[in-house]
């Protein structure tokens, strides 16, 4: 597979960083807890696909749920960034989804073990187009919603996060050194259910800034 980014050739693909437990009305959603500090996992690259690409379902799941964020494309290296500053580290957004495999997540959590298989299998990064970030940009202020068949089922706002962008980039960059072409997941809004073969998702960002098409197969 090509990693490099269309729209900013001289990049290639690197980490992929995510965010769980960032809106409250997930949080509800899941009966799960809010954390003092962002709860972050990790998306192997061989996750990635793009728009008109193809989720699929895999044989170890019978639950996998969709779940729209926006996702932040890291320009420069930085360690140790300040929430002041840390804005200046996003070169570009783009909406994307985060597939989980429910049902193995499940599990793993009632074993105490971790939650990397039901994140990490083959297209379960889903990402549209990357638009350029500027001032004109309210990061904290963009409405993200993804539909399955036509039918609306999350809707959101990115001023709705619990740890906003400013907080998501510092803490990972006192813990990890970011590179040019990281990606960054910062969480989902609430709505998350399940995807099945033969399913058209479509999302959004930014009333359309950023788009994504993907189709579902087993």
Not at 87 to 99: E, M
Not at 160 to 178: C, E, G, K, Q
Request: proline share 5%; glycine share 6%; hydrophobic share 40%.
């Amino acid at each position: 597979m090509n990693f490099k980014i269309p729209e900013f050739p001289s990049l290639q693909f690197g980490s992929i960083y995510c965010i769980g437990r960032n809106y409250a009305e997930h949080i509800k959603e899941m009966k799960s807890s809010q954390t003092a500090s962002p709860v972050v996992f990790l998306k192997p690259r061989s996750s990635l696909i793009f728009n008109n690409g193809a989720i699929t379902i895999p044989e170890d799941s019978e639950n996998v749920h969709h779940e729209v964020e926006l996702v932040l494309l890291i320009g420069n290296e930085c360690r140790n960034v300040s929430k002041d500053s840390a804005n200046k580290a996003v070169l570009a957004i783009a909406v994307g989804i985060d597939l989980t495999a429910r049902d193995i997540q499940t599990e793993a959590k009632k074993k105490g073990l971790p939650w990397a298989l039901a994140k990490g299998f083959d297209t379960f990064a889903p990402v549209g187009n990357f638009i350029a970030v500027d001032h004109s940009v309210d990061l904290q202020n963009l409405e993200i919603s993804l539909s399955v068949n036509g039918n609306l089922r999350q809707k959101g706002n990115t001023s709705n996060m619990i740890f906003p962008v400013t907080d998501i980039i510092s803490y990972l960059s006192h813990r990890f050194t970011l590179y040019p072409g990281d990606l960054i997941f910062t969480g989902t809004p609430e709505g998350v259910s399940r995807i099945k073969p033969g399913d058209k998702i479509q999302a959004q960002i930014g009333n359309h800034l950023s788009t994504l098409t993907v189709h579902v197969q087993a």
